[in-house]
């Protein structure tokens, strides 16, 4: 059994001739592009200072000038790119594996242990989200791994209801109740039946995720909760705070750079939203 059922291949085959979500993802296949070779295409080493004069200009010699260092910005932002996607993505995956695994258990299972691991998922939907991150990221130290960690562990909620509403949806078809007969385990029918069934809406909102789990960490950045070893384009933006006026360029180029990845993001999962759901495929 493939891991995408049908539904989703047919989607992906008209995602391709969607223009809004062909365009988000050329947008998207760029940015990752900038993420895995932008250290072999940065003019200038991005911690490297006095590499140019002090605020300077966008000019040729450095294309989105340079910061209160000397350093040149479009080589930060290179490197500042691979962080904060790598961030999103290993947020978003993390996040992901958690929902899946809490709301595959409580819709399949139901009962008690519904009711217990639901419980559990309101608690952290009802604890304001950024508040708690600054909590943890300022107790356990401000560095990508804890970064990282405290987005997806206050992020899995949503996921989490997802997938059990999907599972309490899917549990009783015959296609389950046929594996079931046939003497499957328990385990095969979370995983082989009714998970590949579920995931569709799984896969939006995973995507959705990686841009949130992007703005969270810049804004945790932009407090100061950033980890200085390693640029990101959120620290980028807490280190132009003091120049808004007088350097615009430090907080334009790393803030637009943010802004088009989410909302390439965003627009792509809501392609594949309107795709996935065949009761919005025709508007």
Do not use: C
Request: aromatic share 8%.
């Amino acid at each position: 059994m493939t891991l995408l059922s049908p539904s989703m291949r047919t989607s992906l085959r008209l995602l391709k001739k969607n223009k809004v979500s062909a365009g988000a993802t050329a947008v998207l296949g760029a940015v990752l592009f900038v993420a895995v070779f932008g250290a072999a295409l940065a003019p200038y080493n991005p911690g490297q200072v006095g590499v140019g004069p002090t605020t300077a200009a966008p000019s040729p010699a450095h294309l989105l000038g340079t910061d209160d260092l000397g350093r040149d910005v479009f080589s930060r932002i290179l490197a500042g790119t691979r962080a904060s996607v790598a961030v999103g993505l290993s947020a978003a995956m993390i996040t992901t594996l958690i929902g899946v695994l809490v709301g595959a258990t409580a819709g399949y299972f139901g009962g008690t242990i519904d009711d217990v691991l639901m419980r559990i998922t309101e608690i952290f939907q009802v604890i304001p989200r950024f508040f708690l991150a600054v909590l943890m990221v300022a107790f356990f130290g401000a560095n990508l791994l804890n970064i990282i960690f405290a987005i997806a562990i206050l992020s899995w909620p949503e996921t989490a209801r997802i997938v059990r509403s999907e599972f309490l949806s899917l549990r009783s078809r015959q296609f389950v109740s046929a594996a079931r007969i046939a003497g499957a385990s328990t385990a095969t029918l979370i995983f082989l039946e009714i998970l590949p069934n579920a995931l569709g809406p799984v896969v939006v909102n995973a995507t959705l995720q990686v841009g949130q789990a992007m703005i969270l960490e810049a804004g945790l950045s932009y407090l100061g909760l950033a980890d200085r070893n390693q640029v990101s384009l959120g620290l980028m933006l807490f280190e132009a705070q003091q120049f808004l006026r007088s350097a615009w360029w430090m907080s334009l180029f790393p803030g637009a750079v943010i802004t088009l990845v989410v909302l390439s993001l965003n627009l792509l999962g809501d392609s594949l939203n309107d795709l996935i759901d065949p009761r919005r495929r025709g508007r």
